[in-house]
């Protein structure tokens, strides 16, 4: 009740009065550092009908035929989530212990383990006894469940005879696949375009092309929709008027949303994402953390991933946020050079199941990468591949990601002028290109090959794994500045010109 | 009034009956995905009311006088709280943009810039322009500021004289200066110890010691006081009763900690820490951030620093933390090794006036390094230095942070019995060690000794920087586990053994 996730999402319940949600507020009075009066004197009844919620209670939560009663109002209440307030006892039954907060943070020991069993009529001495009556419940619980499950079974043979399209779709959703020929044209979309494009506005496009196709396909942000541009266009708004849109609309709360994909993820038939700015990742690690330690199918969309945003200065420009994300176990983090590279963060993203997936996208408009002489999109796959090399045998590895990508590969051309060869790597995903055989990581990054320079619009925690003991790291390890994103970039060196004089230098130092 | 933090801070704040505290709650109804009825329906009124506040309105928040009037009423409540919820119209005078969620997210543009000064009855056409009128009343309130001023000073002059020792304090406070000899014995604190102590434990000492020499130290925990070690015991608890008290009680609001440690520092006369375990570190990850933007000194307390917490599990056991931490420009973050290097730490915490700090700290207890034997301890203000040598000419460099560093000095032994010459490094802080001079730095890590082995209980990014391109970083990229702590240690491989036979194998590869 204290943190503020649980106002956030307690307050978008009671928006969206969902008549189904029921929380039991076990209300013992105490927290580790003593009774809550210390911190925590709200009336929680007045709060929650605040935020349109049905409270019940206090009622006895010690005494289960009250807890039951309380439930079945709550259930009966079916146009606002309900509110249980349980007075409880913390330690309930431990005569020296109950009550206090010493019963939250220590174990009992044994003589107040025996003298709570004796309190509470526990005859069993032996740790885990189950007593026949308890396995005897349990034991008739899981037949009520078998029946119950049979039961639904069969109304769902009945409504896939009634409507046989609803319910293919259903159980398709339910297994997590994807449908087939889900992603047939995506490789084509962008091949007619020649003008400058945000990787945000690409990731849009690619979103209302697969939402028709992929049902389960539903998200949205923490108010900031039109900025991340992920609005389904071709699906409604979710709300009191509509559940079944497929828009959410979180309200400013990324904390809550996080959770809240996870919830979706792990109930199932559902693909959820959710969408802020980068740096608003930092209002909504806990759950990012979470969907990764679950192994769930969350997609995260990150816009506006850089300095490269621009105006809005260093409150809003991430900096630390790509190196914390890539630091989490298992979870993807890709951020594509362009719109094509961007199809593929995508498919990778849906075709992820063992985890969560961030997608890293810009503000600013980005060139297309010219697939007709630059290797092909498909090298994303990989996490990293050569995405351009002047001649064979290159004397010098440049290796960006995202938005300086097409900086590297100027900085090659400009090397290229002065005879220099140089490898242009694109490495949009550092995870997966750990995972390739060594075999594939050597052919992209020659172990022999030891001057290189990276760039990335970031701080450079990291990068040496990359460029090595003698290359060089482009990066920003200062906070950013508030100016056009191209005066940022020349301001911070986050040039060509600098990239090809750092790898001159690395040559003539050799 | 959507995020989190907002609920924190206003239920703690009621809790306190913080009379001085007014918020004005714009309330125009208007979000950047629309009307806030699609995701902000609550009753404010009532929610305000529950954390206990004075709620004033809602009143005509376009009204200068209702506005002031409300202000005057908020500041005669001295129990209290206030809110004062002022309906307003965003972009007010706008005829076409006026109370439009466009308002918000873009420019007005020319044409109804012009329609709007119209509207509003305002004749300049240059931008930036102060009429005679505002000139006239801004000089005005200068005027009445300088001599307020100097009646605040006149009385402060009353008060030495009355006062002489609590205005000194008063000064002192307010310098952020530290008194002098504050440190003098703490050195000496752990000379006589020698039974294993947890780093938390040692800090506690320690800032039991500082407490009464240092009036402007006050902080507190989110909930985690006892388990941090974070109690001051010769201070009182800051509470309703009391609002002398240097313990803070924020309650589980890690953001909202945040976030007031920021005020305080910023307001001055105090020195604020915050501590929590370093898991919840991601609760509060944006006040941290920005405390390190605002170069603020705030001293972040951070227990239960890795898998080493033992049986609370994954969830609760730090892996990316570390990281994360390091990548933040201006935050300096320190993880020492053991109670003499603790003492070190703290040091630096207080003297840095340029930004926060961080101390990260074990549950579990670790051995005292014996100084007797190792390089003293004052090696930690230089961020990294060689603790131990087995002899001259080290054939490699074993490197360790934290309750990790046991485990190398462990490691160069088991080396040293196989006549290996092993230097072992404690490198708590890598900020301070970077900003050492090169030479130095080659001093501890000499550039021609390419076998290093690290070790560290969390992720291994960034360790490639100091281990090279053919050093190896033991550490742990997944999730941890739930055990006892020193089954944790030998299931992840976090063991002298490993680390001499890592070490062997590099020399042997060479």
């Given at each position: 009740?204290?943190?503020?996730?649980?106002?956030?999402?307690?307050?978008?319940?009671?928006?969206?009065?969902?008549?189904?949600?029921?929380?039991?507020?076990?209300d013992?009075?105490?927290?580790?550092?003593?009774?809550?009066?210390?911190?925590?004197t709200?009336?929680?009844?007045?709060?929650f009908?605040?935020y349109?919620?049905?409270?019940?209670?206090?009622?006895?939560?010690?005494?289960?035929?009250?807890?039951?009663?309380?439930?079945r109002?709550?259930?009966?209440?079916?146009?606002?989530?309900?509110?249980?307030?349980?007075?409880?006892?913390?330690?309930?039954?431990?005569?020296?212990?109950?009550?206090t907060?010493?019963?939250?943070?220590?174990?009992?020991?044994?003589?107040?383990?025996?003298?709570s069993?004796?309190?509470?009529?526990?005859?069993?001495?032996?740790?885990f006894?189950?007593?026949?009556?308890a396995?005897?419940?349990?034991?008739?619980?899981?037949?009520?469940?078998?029946?119950?499950?049979?039961?639904?079974?069969?109304?769902?043979?009945?409504?896939?005879?009634?409507?046989?399209?609803?319910?293919?779709?259903?159980?398709?959703?339910l297994?997590?696949?994807?449908?087939?020929?889900?992603?047939?044209?995506?490789?084509?979309?962008?091949?007619?375009?020649?003008?400058?494009?945000?990787?945000r506005?690409?990731?849009g496009?690619?979103?209302n092309?697969i939402?028709?196709?992929?049902?389960?396909?539903?998200?949205?942000?923490?108010?900031l929709?039109?900025?991340?541009?992920?609005?389904?266009?071709?699906?409604?708004?979710?709300?009191?008027?509509?559940?079944?849109?497929h828009?959410?609309?979180?309200?400013?709360?990324?904390?809550?949303?996080g959770?809240?994909?996870?919830?979706?993820a792990v109930?199932?038939?559902?693909?959820?994402?959710?969408?802020?700015?980068?740096?608003?990742?930092?209002?909504?690690?806990?759950?990012?953390r979470?969907?990764?330690?679950?192994?769930?199918?969350?997609?995260?969309?990150?816009?506006?991933?850089?300095?490269?945003?621009?105006?809005?200065?260093?409150?809003?420009?991430?900096?630390?946020?790509?190196?914390g994300?890539?630091?989490?176990?298992?979870?993807?983090?890709?951020?594509?050079?362009?719109?094509?590279?961007?199809?593929?963060?995508?498919?990778?993203?849906?075709?992820?199941?063992?985890?969560?997936?961030?997608?890293?996208?810009?503000?600013?408009?980005?060139?297309?990468?010219?697939?007709?002489?630059?290797?092909?999109?498909?090298?994303?796959?990989?996490?990293?591949?050569?995405?351009?090399?002047?001649?064979?045998?290159?004397?010098?590895?440049?290796?960006?990601?995202?938005?300086?990508?097409?900086?590297?590969?100027?900085?090659?051309?400009?090397?290229?002028?002065?005879?220099?060869?140089?490898?242009?790597?694109?490495?949009?995903?550092?995870?997966?290109?750990?995972?390739?055989?060594?075999?594939?990581?050597k052919?992209?990054?020659?172990?022999?090959?030891?001057a290189r320079?990276?760039?990335?619009?970031?701080?450079?925690m990291?990068?040496?794994?990359?460029?090595?003991?003698?290359?060089?790291?482009?990066?920003?390890?200062?906070?950013?500045?508030?100016?056009?994103?191209?005066?940022?970039?020349?301001?911070?060196?986050?040039?060509?010109?600098?990239?090809?004089?750092?790898?001159?230098?690395?040559?003539?130092?050799?």
């Amino acid at each position: 009740m204290m943190e503020g996730i649980s106002s956030e999402a307690a307050s978008l319940a009671g928006t969206l009065r969902l008549g189904k949600l029921i929380y039991l507020y076990d209300d013992n009075n105490i927290s580790i550092e003593g009774d809550t009066d210390i911190t925590f004197t709200e009336d929680v009844s007045d709060r929650f009908r605040g935020y349109g919620w049905h409270v019940i209670g206090p009622i006895d939560g010690m005494d289960i035929t009250e807890v039951d009663s309380a439930i079945r109002v709550a259930r009966a209440e079916k146009d606002r989530p309900s509110l249980i307030i349980c007075r409880t006892v913390i330690g309930y039954g431990s005569p020296n212990r109950a009550g206090t907060g010493l019963a939250h943070g220590e174990p009992l020991g044994e003589d107040e383990v025996k003298l709570s069993k004796e309190q509470l009529g526990w005859p069993y001495e032996e740790p885990f006894t189950v007593p026949p009556e308890a396995l005897n419940h349990f034991r008739q619980a899981r037949e009520r469940g078998s029946r119950q499950q049979q039961e639904w079974q069969a109304r769902m043979e009945a409504y896939r005879s009634a409507y046989p399209d609803i319910a293919r779709q259903l159980e398709l959703d339910l297994s997590g696949e994807l449908p087939d020929s889900w992603d047939s044209d995506l490789d084509s979309m962008f091949l007619s375009e020649d003008k400058p494009m945000a990787t945000r506005e690409a990731s849009g496009r690619i979103m209302n092309i697969i939402s028709p196709r992929l049902h389960a396909l539903v998200g949205g942000s923490a108010d900031l929709a039109p900025s991340t541009k992920t609005i389904l266009k071709q699906k409604g708004h979710f709300g009191i008027e509509n559940y079944r849109g497929h828009n959410l609309h979180f309200g400013v709360r990324e904390h809550a949303m996080g959770g809240i994909a996870n919830g979706m993820a792990v109930h199932g038939g559902i693909i959820p994402y959710a969408a802020t700015f980068l740096i608003f990742y930092d209002y909504m690690r806990p759950p990012v953390r979470l969907a990764a330690m679950m192994q769930q199918r969350v997609i995260y969309i990150f816009t506006h991933d850089s300095v490269g945003l621009g105006e809005d200065g260093p409150t809003h420009q991430p900096i630390e946020h790509l190196a914390g994300l890539r630091a989490v176990p298992n979870l993807t983090v890709i951020r594509p050079a362009d719109a094509t590279e961007t199809i593929e963060a995508w498919k990778i993203a849906l075709e992820n199941r063992q985890g969560p997936t961030a997608l890293i996208l810009t503000r600013q408009k980005l060139p297309l990468l010219d697939r007709k002489i630059l290797a092909p999109a498909g090298g994303v796959q990989r996490g990293g591949y050569i995405l351009w090399q002047s001649a064979e045998s290159p004397a010098i590895i440049l290796i960006g990601t995202g938005s300086e990508v097409h900086i590297a590969l100027e900085a090659g051309r400009l090397l290229e002028q002065k005879g220099i060869v140089a490898s242009v790597v694109s490495l949009p995903c550092w995870g997966l290109f750990d995972a390739q055989p060594e075999e594939y990581r050597k052919s992209v990054l020659p172990p022999d090959i030891k001057a290189r320079v990276s760039i990335e619009a970031a701080a450079t925690m990291g990068w040496k794994k990359y460029v090595g003991d003698e290359g060089i790291a482009i990066g920003i390890d200062r906070f950013g500045a508030s100016a056009p994103y191209r005066v940022i970039y020349d301001n911070f060196g986050l040039t060509a010109q600098r990239m090809a004089d750092e790898a001159e230098r690395l040559l003539k130092g050799r």
